[in-house]
């Protein structure tokens, strides 16, 4: 089973940059590069909401129109570690943020189509 832990959440200011990591373990190896991997956030009284995703096998990349221009999604395979590099950051931008893998899933639609893999989240807060 495939399990998922986040770190690098922080307190900001406006502006500032942060740098999530989520690494991964339990991947078999027939199956790696099938997963598509993908990063969302929950704000207080907000669904969660997808905020970028990437394919392994595709390399095919989708972020939020929120977030486009600002973040940068990637991934260290020989790590394990899927990273979101968050710039230029905004109030609006707070959150708990969870990275997922989703075996077969859509990266168009951030993961759908698959059983997803969920970290424990971590939490980022940017204050004005």
Do not use: H
């Amino acid at each position: 089973q495939v399990q998922l832990v986040e770190s690098g959440g922080d307190s900001v200011q406006a502006g500032g940059s942060l740098r999530l990591s989520c690494v991964g373990s339990g991947y078999t190896y027939s199956t790696y590069n099938s997963y598509c991997m993908g990063w969302f956030r929950q704000s207080p009284g907000k669904e969660r909401e997808g905020v970028a995703a990437i394919g392994r096998t595709s390399g095919q990349i989708k972020y939020a129109g929120s977030v486009k221009g600002r973040f940068t999604i990637s991934e260290d395979n020989s790590k394990n570690t899927l990273y979101l590099q968050m710039n230029s950051l905004k109030p609006e931008d707070t959150g708990m943020y969870f990275c997922a893998a989703v075996k077969y899933g859509i990266v168009s639609d951030y993961c759908e189509g698959g059983i997803p893999y969920w970290g424990q989240g971590t939490q980022v807060t940017v204050s004005s």
